[in-house]
């Protein structure tokens, strides 16, 4: 099991869909980041402003992270974890 350290903060959940099939998104406002060791299987995409990761319950989080993207994708190449 491999672990990244991360400064986050949540932004967005993804809850599943309604029942036309729209996401049913809910809006977090977290202030500050706070930093997390999380699981690199969770990761499910980087982009240049939020790591989108696996939640319980089948949700997806979206978490705003505070490091430049080259940096991270530095990180994680760098770790062997970049194909």
Do not use: C
């Amino acid at each position: 099991m491999s672990f990244i350290s991360l400064k986050v903060r949540a932004a967005f959940i993804m809850h599943g869909y309604d029942e036309q099939n729209r996401e049913v998104i809910e809006q977090v406002s977290d202030p500050d980041f706070v930093e997390k060791l999380v699981r690199v299987e969770r990761i499910q995409s980087i982009s240049e402003k939020y790591v989108l990761v696996t939640a319980s319950d089948g949700r997806l989080a979206y978490w705003e992270y505070d490091e430049e993207f080259a940096v991270l994708k530095a990180r994680l190449n760098s770790a062997g974890l970049l194909v």
